[in-house]
């Protein structure tokens, strides 16, 4: 059964950090390629970054250089570190398998990053 539990949001200022987490079911994580994506009010989903099975990863031009996926496999966590915060980067953040998120069938419930200018 899949299950993704996402931690680590929070207030801060404009320019500070946040570490979020995501703690996945083995069935979810299994080294298959994951995602961190965010949604704004009034906006659609998007995605920001990826990581594949081997550790490729990839970026929104929007956080390219600020935010840095990772993983650990061990743990089934996934992480995103977020650098340099800007007010437009506030929004809830949700992790996900790629593979169900483009399915759609499952989300967690997501963890709230706000940045205040």
């Known amino acids: 059964q899949v299950q993704l539990v996402e931690s680590g949001g929070g207030l801060v200022q404009a320019g500070g950090s946040l570490r979020l987490s995501c703690a996945a079911s083995?069935?979810?994580?299994?080294?298959?390629?994951m995602g961190w994506y965010r949604q704004a009010p009034g906006k659609e989903r998007e995605l920001v970054a990826t990581i594949s099975r081997d550790g490729s990863v990839s970026y929104a031009d929007s956080v390219k250089g600020r935010f840095t996926i990772s993983r650990d496999s061990a743990k089934n966590t996934l992480y995103l570190q977020m650098n340099s915060l800007k007010p437009e980067d506030t929004s809830v953040y949700y992790c996900?398998?790629?593979?169900?998120?483009?399915?759609?069938?499952?989300w967690g419930q997501g963890t709230q990053v706000t940045v205040s200018s």
């Open positions: 996900n398998d790629l593979a169900i998120a483009a399915m759609g069938y499952y």
């Open positions: 083995k069935s979810a994580f299994a080294n298959n390629p």
